[in-house]
């Protein structure tokens, strides 16, 4: 087994899953353990790094001077649909494209998961079916690693000063918001937080959340004609009142959707949560409105009701930014081509620390990992497609 998978299987390992309840930076120390690990092993290949206040490591890998310096990141936590503590990552060796049995519950097969028909052939690793695998973005911090040993242990191979970082909290949307690009020192970055290996992604949402809170009147059941006014009642209500075609499961590409996220409550009180994504600055817009008409209609259905709404908005699309300054892009797409591939674009239907990196003043596309199913038991590697990522990103800092 070569250094850089051993590495991935050592990281998801760590348990570092954030917790987007938690008012600490980072939310869970636990992130930590994974970073000074990191940190540690930068040290053994003779990489100076540092940890911040923040919990993010930076660091820097001399270069040719002359030569622009260019950014890698990955985050370090992993998400919280699905369990990331005592993560045991199986390899099935050579996938015959039957089912593969995960444990005695759950297995899984390209007729639910279509790409695993995409890898027959590939060495993969999976989970065993009790947590996630956390390639996202432990993938990403792997390929990274590789990138920086390989020109350590190959001097002689030329290439641009490397600057590197490794974030807390993106999962819960919170990994750039400390992010310093004058402490980073690159010019232009790539966040290596993707799955599909040939993609290079320069858009994703302009993302908000919304919190709604309703009062409601709680009385005696046996009390309650004319009184009771049933917060979970106008939380379900108020849920039906947003357009039901812009809910995640019926929408694609650049589709805009509302995401309820949770909701909790009883009579007298209630909570929702969403998360609010569009492509288009002035959909996502539209798609306030609409929360904001749900909440007086509601109010009118149910007298005696109180919405309270908060809406705020989390980060921007970065197509902005890089369609201003193309050098990531292209520096990209050259690396790709001098290696025979094509790269495909295509929107992120979701978040990257990089979207806030660029408008903080590092312009940073996403480069993909070679995973897929993120977030759930069903999450997966292909060996293949993550060594393919490794001589890409090593040819994008090619001299």
Excluded at 181 to 202: P, Q
Aim: charged share 25%; proline share 5%.
């Amino acid at each position: 087994m070569d250094k850089s998978l051993e590495r991935f299987l050592r990281y998801v390992k760590v348990d570092t899953q954030s917790d987007d309840t938690s008012f600490s930076v980072p939310s869970q120390a636990k992130e930590l353990d994974l970073t000074r690990l990191l940190q540690s092993e930068l040290k053994d290949m003779g990489i100076e790094s540092h940890i911040n206040e923040f919990g993010i490591l930076y660091g820097k890998l001399p270069g040719e001077k002359g030569l622009d310096p260019i950014g890698l990141n990955s985050h370090v936590d992993t998400a919280l649909e699905c369990s990331g503590k005592d993560v045991k990552p199986q390899i099935i060796k050579n996938y015959d494209g039957g089912y593969i049995h995960l444990n005695d519950t759950y297995k899984m097969s390209p007729a639910e998961f279509p790409t695993l028909g995409e890898h027959i052939g590939d060495d993969l690793v999976v989970t065993s079916g009790d947590t996630l695998l956390g390639a996202d973005d432990k993938a990403g911090i792997a390929i990274i690693m590789a990138v920086l040993y390989h020109y350590v242990t190959h001097p002689e191979e030329k290439h641009h000063p490397i600057c590197f970082c490794f974030t807390p909290d993106e999962e819960i949307g919170r990994g750039p918001d400390h992010f310093n690009a004058k402490e980073f020192g690159a010019k232009y970055a790539y966040t290596v937080d993707g799955g599909i290996w040939n993609e290079i992604a320069t858009e994703t949402f302009n993302a908000a959340h919304a919190t709604v809170i309703i009062s409601g009147v709680s009385i005696h059941p046996g009390e309650a004609k004319g009184k009771m006014v049933n917060a979970a009642n106008v939380a379900m209500a108020f849920d039906a009142e947003l357009p039901p075609l812009k809910r995640p499961q019926f929408t694609e590409y650049k589709e805009g959707f509302n995401h309820l996220v949770e909701m909790s409550g009883g009579c007298d009180s209630a909570v929702l949560r969403y998360i609010i994504r569009n492509h288009s600055r002035e959909e996502l817009e539209i798609q306030k409105g609409e929360f904001r008409a749900a909440a007086k209609a509601v109010e009118e259905k149910f007298p005696g009701a109180k919405v309270e709404l908060d809406i705020g908005d989390d980060y921007r699309n970065m197509k902005e930014i890089l369609d201003k300054h193309p050098e990531a892009v292209d520096q990209a797409v050259k690396a790709f081509h001098s290696l025979g591939f094509e790269p495909v674009f295509q929107p992120i239907r979701g978040g990257t620390d990089g979207a806030t990196f660029s408008f903080k003043g590092c312009p940073t596309p996403n480069l993909g990992t070679g995973s897929y199913n993120h977030h759930g038991r069903f999450e997966y590697l292909s060996v293949k497609e993550f060594r393919r990522m490794i001589d890409i990103v090593k040819q994008i800092v090619k001299a």
